[in-house]
């Protein structure tokens, strides 16, 4: 007996876009994604607001350029992508700094970012191992488009894409315009 899965096209107020994740060199298995999208619509409105869709539970790989390419697609709607706001753009790392001790409580605390000194706080950042930034799993994205024609054909496209079954690939046709995902620092012998 073989079940079918029944992949819910719409989910609240989203749309639900599968996607295709490119297979990796040495894995044989398909992977899909669900990307969640609907119209921008912020609590306060902003200009670009009219030509940007929200997408929800983005891949933790995506980029700009994943963007870019996804949206070029003729299926939906081969439209061009101004930019795209992460919103898990991740906040600068800080070494921790000392912590202050209170008299009752014996536990370390860390100090506040506002108390440390600037000459301090400037020293303590640590450097990014990573070329490329790797979102936390269900971070989310406004893509703002050229203009408002280009997301409406945009939106248009992915209704039927979705309707239609199809899954865009995910990640196809970069052309190297990402970094690699992980350390691309060159390992020194101390031998």
Do not use: C
């Amino acid at each position: 007996m073989t079940t079918t899965l029944v992949t819910p096209t719409h989910v609240a107020s989203y749309s639900v876009l599968p996607l295709q994740i490119a297979t990796i060199q040495g894995t044989a298995n398909e992977s899909r994604h669900f990307l969640y999208v609907r119209p921008h619509d912020p609590k306060e409105p902003d200009p670009d607001s009219p030509r940007s869709l929200f997408t929800a539970s983005i891949p933790i790989d995506s980029t700009e350029a994943h963007y870019r390419a996804l949206f070029s697609l003729e299926k939906l709607g081969g439209v061009r992508v101004e930019r795209v706001v992460f919103a898990s753009s991740r906040p600068t790392r800080k070494a921790a700094v000392a912590g202050t001790h209170s008299g009752k409580n014996r536990k370390r605390k860390r100090a506040a970012s506002e108390d440390v000194p600037a000459d301090t706080a400037d020293a303590a950042e640590l450097p990014d191992v990573w070329e490329r930034t790797v979102h936390p799993s269900g971070s989310s994205a406004v893509i703002v488009f050229v203009d408002r024609t280009s997301k409406e054909v945009a939106w248009r496209n992915i209704k039927k894409v979705i309707k239609s079954g199809e899954a865009p690939v995910w990640g196809v046709d970069l052309g190297g315009k990402t970094p690699v995902l992980g350390s691309n620092r060159k390992w020194i012998s101390f031998r």
